[in-house]
């Protein structure tokens, strides 16, 4: 059985599965997403002078039910910026601004006020695009 799409040699079949696992290494734990915000975008100033943008985006999604009826679904997007793109975040984002983003999928856990144990799954964005005025 070949993994490449075409015939190759056995030493070509090694080498396309090499070029393979080096493009899946490329993307993994790669989220892309296109959305816009459901508000304005939380800026975190930390004591040693650094900062991190917090807010989330929404994706919708659309299908047709088993009657035909289109049904729309809206999916919200916790994102974390940190790094220079803060600045851009801070000076330029805003509720409602179409936005695409780049990232890796994050979990954290942290305890609350009542002593329960939280947990929130985030996109660490580190390539962020504008897509509306």
């Known amino acids: 059985m070949h993994i490449c799409p075409v015939e190759t040699s056995e030493l070509d079949s090694i080498n396309c599965l090499t070029l393979k ?4 290494n490329t993307i993994k734990n790669k989220v892309q997403l296109i959305g816009r915000l459901g508000q304005d975008p939380e800026i ?21 039910d088993k009657k035909g009826n289109k049904v729309e679904r809206a999916y919200w997007h916790n994102i974390v910026v940190k790094g220079g793109l803060v600045k851009v975040v801070e000076n330029y984002i805003s509720k409602g601004k179409e936005i695409a983003i780049e990232g890796k999928l994050t979990n954290r856990s942290w305890e609350d ?8 799954t985030e996109i660490l964005c580190n390539e962020l695009l504008m897509l509306s005025k």
Do not use: C, H, L, Q
């Open 113 to 120: 006020k009542e002593g329960n144990k939280r947990y929130t």
């Open 21 to 24: 696992f080096k493009i899946m």
């Open 44 to 64: 975190v100033n930390f004591a040693d002078g650094n900062k991190m943008a917090r807010f989330s985006i929404a994706t919708d999604d659309s299908y047709k």
